[in-house]
């Protein structure tokens, strides 16, 4: 995504990239000194007068550096306008951070007269940060910001038409905002772009939301991989490569698994069937995570970690599905099979798959997922009950950061709990709020039972009852929260010969009996070559600075298995 539209707009979709916090770090200038140190990570190339460096949706090429003459950058939308983002010139340098993987670019870019850059490849760029320390931060920082602004800008990405309060559209909006993708939505009722799409295809509430691309292409309520595939986000594996380890999973062990084995020289890959950041990406605010006493919301967290990792040259494929694992390893390499029908080959395996959000037995549960039904509380869901009163189940730490922040949109939270009380399985702090938001109601030994919805489909009324006694309450409550733990995601391992406990968790060290008597590092799984780390692993303890110090303590094991592996035979 080679590109420069780190630019918010005003009213009449003018550039005011020089009203911009941080502008002198969004859009810094090199000197001649510096541009020198770049040179042997890059190429000259020139461009005649109006001829385009990059296109949207098309993968870029890397970094440019302007050397002379001016670049114009602009937005490109499905529906054929093209709106001035930002003009940049000589010491300056187009990019953020989807170049560091060569993803497709958000923007345009076009020479305005002739123009000669320094073109400097992703794999080079990635060398570039790291080799130059101090220069490396200042355009690490520049594309991040670029990438922050084009979210915030809504400039750039899929358009997406639909009712603000569609729980459709809530859906695909809270997926590309998890991966940290721009988008913007659009309505018919305030938008004539929108209402002439609308009338040429004339939706049934089935294709809610229509996603317009790039190139012009409609999308009637794509599924997330369509919807990925169709907007150049989705990567998979780079030909018959064999990478050192394949990690499944991108919360945070697995990320904290890709930061340090990418950085320490191993070629690494990482899958995820949804988002990066995992369960964790989902909080709302993280309190008690070491060195950041105000606290961060897990989707920061997560998307520091996930940056960091394409620095290091690790390959991110979100969405991408693992159906299963072949551990035979016949040519020396194990074989994971991917949803998209490729195989990816490695000669190590990390399980951090963590775990899928429980489902409990409620009547009609899954007739209303995303319709009403949410296993997670971003300001996505958050419009969707601004002054509502909402249901949130569960007595954790993921339920009492969702209530907190749920309560300062929602008119009510009514916290439902099949226990007496939170102090077994929720952290001090998070209690002490609760008892001091007005808006939070705590209901304990009770449990919802069933639910009611309307004739479009959406969640309209929730059945619960107490533990104690017959009674039982139905209200007309259109959002329903679930935080009620979760199950291990390890059925992709079935027939791999990876132990897992009764609760279906894995196995690792001395814990296996396969490994009983043998010298084995504590997170190999009874499979030599297969690890284990973060939620997914039996006895970790569930927790994000748990799983983040398992993703750099398994690495060290890592090393050594490839150590061994490399030695030959005597």
């Known amino acids: 995504m080679a590109d420069n539209g780190s630019v918010n707009r005003t009213g009449d979709g003018g550039p005011v990239a020089a009203l911009f916090p941080r502008h002198e770090q969004t859009f810094p200038a090199l000197t001649a000194q510096e541009i020198a140190r770049m040179r042997r990570f890059g190429a000259v190339r020139v461009y005649k007068d109006g001829e385009r460096l990059f296109e949207t949706g098309k993968p870029g090429p890397g970094m440019f550096v302007i050397l002379s003459g001016h670049v114009a950058i602009t937005q490109r939308d499905g529906f054929g ?4 983002v930002i003009e940049q010139g000589p010491g300056q340098f187009l990019a953020e ?107 049934s509430p089935s294709d809610w939301p229509l996603v317009v691309i790039a190139d012009g292409t409609v999308l009637r309520n794509p599924s997330e991989n369509a919807l990925a595939r169709a907007i150049g986000m989705i990567g998979g594996p ?28 191993l070629t690494v890959a990482v899958l995820d069937s949804r988002a990066f950041g995992g369960q964790a990406g989902a909080s709302a605010r993280i309190e008690n995570y070491l060195g950041f006493p105000t606290g961060i ?11 960091q990792a394409q620095k290091f040259g690790a390959d991110i494929m979100i969405p991408m599905s693992v159906r299963s694992l ?35 037995r409620i009547e009609n549960l899954a007739k209303f997922e995303g319709r009403g039904v949410w296993y997670w509380a971003s300001p996505v869901e958050a419009r969707l009950c601004a002054e509502q009163e909402v249901v949130l189940v569960g007595g954790g730490n993921s339920a009492g950061q969702a209530a907190v922040f749920l309560s300062g949109h929602a008119r009510k939270v009514l916290m439902i709990i099949r226990g007496g009380g ?62 009620v733990g979760a199950d291990p995601a390890t059925s992709w391992l079935d027939g791999c010969g ?37 939620d997914v692993r039996s006895g970790s303890v569930k927790r994000v600075g748990g799983a983040i110090g398992e993703g750099a303590q398994v690495v060290a094991a890592l090393h050594g298995f490839l150590g061994d592996v490399a030695k030959p035979a005597l």
């Not at 991040?144 to 358009?159: D, E, K, M, S, T």
């Not at 990478?243 to 950085?263: Q, R």
């Not at 989707?299 to 970690?305: C, F, Y």
């Not at 690792?508 to 590092?521: C, I, R, Y």
Request: charge should be negative.
């Open 326 to 360: 072949d551990c035979s390893r016949n040519d020396g390499s194990f074989a994971l099979s991917l949803d998209c029908g490729d195989t990816l080959r490695a000669r190590s395996i990390v399980v951090a798959s963590g775990a899928r959000y429980r489902r409990p």
């Open 422 to 483: 939170l102090g077994a399985s929720m952290s001090r702090y998070l209690i002490e709020r609760i008892e001091a938001t007005p808006n939070i109601e705590l209901m304990f030994n009770a449990e919802v039972v069933a639910l009611e919805g309307s004739e479009d489909g959406s969640l309209e009324r929730i059945r619960w009852k107490s533990r104690l006694s017959s009674d039982e309450i139905t209200e007309d409550i259109r959002n329903l929260f679930l935080f």
């Open 498 to 534: 990876v132990t897992l406990d009764r609760g279906g968790f894995v196995v690792t060290g001395a814990q296996s009996e396969l490994n009983q008597g043998k010298l084995v590092p504590q997170l190999e799984t009874s499979v030599p070559g297969v690890f284990a780390v973060g």
């Open 97 to 203: 951070v989807g170049q560091l993987s060569g993803r497709a670019a958000l923007v345009d870019g076009h020479a305005e007269g002739d123009v000669e850059t320094l073109l400097i490849p992703p794999a080079n760029l990635r060398a570039l940060l790291v080799a130059e320390a101090d220069l490396g931060e200042r355009i690490m920082r520049a594309l991040i910001l670029r990438r922050v602004n084009l979210i915030q800008g809504g400039v750039g990405g899929p358009v997406l038409i639909g009712p603000s309060n569609s729980p459709a559209v809530a859906h695909l909006q809270n997926f590309l905002a998890r991966n940290g993708y721009p988008h913007h939505l659009l309505d018919a009722e305030h938008d004539s772009d929108a209402a002439e799409v609308i009338a040429r295809y004339s939706p």
């Open 81 to 84: 306008h093209v709106t001035p």
């Open 238 to 265: 780079r030909g018959d490569k064999i990478y050192d380890v394949a990690i499944v999973g991108c919360g945070p062990a697995g990320l904290a698994t890709a930061v340090y084995a990418a950085s320490e020289g």
């Open 297 to 307: 919301s897990g989707q920061a967290l997560a998307g520091r970690a996930f940056t």
